[in-house]
Every structure is written in structure tokens, then in C-alpha cells.
């Protein structure tokens, strides 16, 4: 599965990330009362995020389901926009700055446009050996774009920050999530990043809850 599944966080973590990160100025109004937020969507049998994303989706309940736990239609619209951005969403082969022109639409001819295309389709050395060989590429650049688009499904990694991490050796998901924080920031640090620690943090937490689906 290339995103998180939302149904491995639960309420009681999902509060616990609202509480220790420095949350947008426009989604502070989520940790207004939000023991008592969480309190009650659980007295509702809602546990964890993908139940409480559901739930979200008809916001024509908004007004009821507001009013049950006693914030703003305001309030649960930031909190769909928060849970949801829980999910990976794929970025486009062209911003990994692997692939020129020419190759990228060789890649789309054969369905292979975003990282999670690629993700699914070459997550075993036979698949990507047929990818290569099919489209012609050398197998390297078929892995690395892999490896990139891997670290991309990470909750908070971007394209730079990917590129980043596969410069100073963290090339997988599972590559971030093996490392110390402090290994990884002191890596970043000594390549110039500007980061700290509660940053990478972030991002493990969420990469805990990753699928390891490639066959390295």
C-alpha cells in the first residue's frame, strides 16, 4: 500500500501529534478542547483516523456532528483537511529530477507517471528488470527513482527533502525508520540542511505505520 493506513492511528496518538508539533497558525483551533474532542468521538466508537475520516467525508453532518461534540462546522472542516493530509499523495515522476523530457514520456507511455506508479509497479527486482529492459533504462536509475519515490511516501518528506535524505545514504523508508533521529539529523545538518530534531521525528512517526511492500 503506498499511503499510511489511517486505521493504524489511533485517537490517542493522533491527539498526541496535534499536542507535540508546531501545528499551520490556520489549524490551531484543533487543539482548542481537544481532549474533550477526542473524548467524545470516541464515545461515538470512532478509535482511530480512518474511522474519524469517514465520518468527515459527508459534510452535509457537519452542522449535527458539530453540535454532538460541541465545536464549529469551522472546527471539523481544519480537521478533515488535517487528517487527510495524513495520506501520501503521489508527486509526479518529473519532480524527482531523474528522468528528462524524453524519458518521462516513455514512463507515462507505459502508465508510469507518478511514485506511486512506480512504487507499484516495480516493487520486485523482476518487475524492474522488465521495466528497464522494455523501456531502456538502466536498471540504477529505475532503483533510484524507486528509492526516492519510497521516501516520498513518508508523511512529510517532499521532493527536496527525498532528494536530500538519498544524498547523505537514507535511500528507503525503511532506511529512515532503522536510523537514529539524531543520525539522520546530524547527516542532514553536515550537508546544510536546516532542520531539527522534532522535524525528523515527525516524519518516523508516521513512518512506523508504512506497508514495506519493495523487494529491495
Known amino acids: 500500500m503506498y499511503s499510511i493506513n489511517l486505521a493504524k492511528i489511533t485517537l490517542d496518538e493522533f491527539q498526541q501529534i496535534l499536542t507535540s508539533i508546531d501545528l499551520l497558525p490556520g ?3 484543533l487543539l482548542e478542547n481537544l481532549p474533550e474532542t477526542i ?5 461515538k466508537g470512532i478509535s482511530q483516523l480512518e474511522a474519524l475520516r469517514k465520518q468527515l467525508a459527508n459534510k452535509q453532518k457537519y452542522p449535527e456532528l458539530a453540535a454532538s461534540l460541541a465545536v464549529s462546522p469551522e472546527y471539523l472542516t481544519i480537521l478533515n483537511r ?3 493530509s495524513y495520506l501520501s499523495k503521489p508527486v509526479a515522476l518529473s519532480e524527482l529530477g531523474i528522468f528528462s523530457g524524453p524519458e518521462l514520456e516513455t514512463l507515462a507511455s507505459a502508465a508510469l507517471k ?8 516495480a516493487a520486485t527486482p523482476t518487475s524492474r528488470h522488465q ?5 531502456g533504462f538502466t536498471p540504477e536509475k529505475i532503483i533510484r527513482a524507486l528509492q526516492l519515490s519510497d521516501l516520498l511516501r513518508i508523511n512529510g518528506v517532499g521532493p527536496a527533502y527525498a532528494a536530500l535524505l538519498w544524498q547523505i545514504g537514507v535511500q528507503s523508508a525503511a532506511d529512515y525508520l532503522r536510523l537514529p533521529s539524531a543520525e539522520i539529523l546530524a547527516r542532514c545538518l553536515q550537508a ?14 508516521f513512518c512506523r505505520k508504512l506497508d514495506s511492500d519493495i523487494e529491495w
Open 82 to 84: 488535517e487528517v487527510n
Open 27 to 29: 489549524r490551531r483551533i
Open 131 to 135: 521495466i528497464a529492459a522494455q523501456l
Open 114 to 121: 507518478t511514485t506511486c506508479d512506480l512504487y507499484e509497479q
Open 192 to 205: 546544510g540542511a536546516k532542520l531539527g530534531l522534532k522535524d525528523v521525528d515527525y516524519c518516523k512517526r
Open 39 to 43: 473524548a467524545a468521538l470516541k464515545e
